[in-house]
C-alpha cells in the first residue's frame, strides 16, 4: 500500500517562500511520476507542477511558471515543492499525487495516488 503524506505548508506574507515535502512509503518513489495539484475554495483541482519519474523533464503551469519547483529525491523517497515569490491567489489545500507510470499526467484522473494535503495561506 502506497502512502504519500505531504507536509510544510502554512501562513505567511505575500513574497515569502516555502517548501512543501511529499513523503513517499510503501514502494520506492523511483516507481512514479509526480504531480502537486492545489484545490482553491469554490475551484476544481488543478495540477501546479509535475515530474517524471527519472526526474529528466519537469511542467509547470502558467500561474507558477519561474516562481515554483518542482524536484525530486528518491534515495529520501521524497518529493519536494520550493514555492517563491508566494501571491494571495496561490493560497490553497496543496496535494501530492503519484502516477504509476514514467511519465506525468495533467489531470486528476492520471494519478494512482494522493496525500491528504497541506493547506497554503498567503495573505497580502
Known amino acids: 500500500q502506497v502512502e504519500l503524506v505531504e507536509s510544510g505548508g502554512g501562513s505567511v506574507q505575500a513574497g515569502v517562500s516555502l517548501r512543501l515535502s511529499c513523503a513517499v512509503s510503501?514502494?520506492?518513489?523511483?516507481?512514479?511520476?509526480m504531480g502537486w495539484f492545489r484545490q482553491a475554495p469554490g475551484k476544481e483541482r488543478e495540477l501546479v507542477a509535475a515530474?517524471?519519474?527519472?526526474?529528466?523533464?519537469?511542467y509547470y503551469a502558467d500561474s507558477v511558471k519561474g516562481r515554483f519547483t518542482i524536484s525530486r529525491d528518491n534515495a529520501k523517497n521524497t518529493v519536494y515543492l520550493q514555492m517563491n515569490s508566494l501571491k494571495p491567489e496561490d493560497t490553497a489545500v496543496y496535494y501530492c499525487?503519484?502516477?504509476?507510470?514514467?511519465?506525468?499526467?495533467?489531470?486528476?484522473?492520471?494519478?494512482?495516488?494522493w496525500g491528504q494535503g497541506t493547506q497554503v495561506t498567503v495573505s497580502s
Open positions: 510503501g514502494r520506492t518513489l523511483s516507481s512514479y511520476a
Open positions: 515530474i517524471t519519474r527519472s526526474g529528466g523533464s519537469t
Open positions: 499525487a503519484a502516477r504509476d507510470s514514467a511519465g506525468y499526467g495533467y489531470t486528476v484522473e492520471g494519478y494512482n495516488y
